[in-house]
């Protein structure tokens, strides 16, 4: 039997899972502060919104776009934020195509705690390029995704994009 080892997972597995409380911190408020967009996974920062790789993807290349403000309903948003929360899809979308030529993607912000939003309080819209056959049977079988890149190294990769393409 072969061995598949994703040590990585075991920082997701472990997390508590409830959504933030009052007084419990926002990752989604605290990455943008943190200093270090390497560190972060920050690819691109808007006005109202920045662009992050996925810490825990469902492929290589998983990005969200999430409004610095944090908010749960998209009503909520400014005309301004829901505007810029739009450009900055359609610029993750367009860096992933240009880096990573995927066949396609899911985009979609789950609302709420019963539709999946990992932080309900904030939401959040998900990236997320496809390749035709990517599905295999690791997680259909295996309940095991597969991702072929470092994070690091995809984030090198895009990044580099960013740098060159800026809005």
């Known amino acids: 039997m072969e061995l598949l080892h994703a ?8 997390a508590p899972k409830e ?61 301004a934020e829901r505007n810029d929360l739009m450009a900055t899809i359609v610029f993750g979308k367009q860096m992933l195509s240009a880096t990573m030529r995927p066949d ?28 035709s056959g990517d599905n295999n049977f690791m997680p259909v079988l295996g309940h095991t995704r597969v991702l072929p890149e470092a994070l690091d190294a995809t984030w090198a990769k895009l990044s580099e994009w960013v740098s060159h393409n800026r809005v």
């Not at 040590?7 to 472990?14: A, D, G």
């Not at 396609?104 to 390749?131: E, K, Q, S």
């Open 19 to 79: 959504s933030p409380e009052k007084g419990k911190r926002n990752p989604f408020v605290d990455l943008p502060l943190l200093g270090d967009d390497r560190k972060a996974l920050i690819l691109y920062r808007g006005k109202h919104t920045y662009l992050i790789l996925n810490k825990f993807p469902y492929n290589p290349g998983h990005c969200m776009a999430i409004p610095f403000r944090e908010v749960a309903e998209l009503e909520l948003l400014s005309e």
């Open 104 to 131: 396609g993607f899911n985009v979609g912000i789950n609302l709420g705690t019963a539709a999946g939003a990992g932080v309900p309080t904030h939401l959040h819209c998900h990236i997320v390029p496809r390749w």
């Open 7 to 14: 040590y990585w997972r075991m920082e997701y597995i472990s």
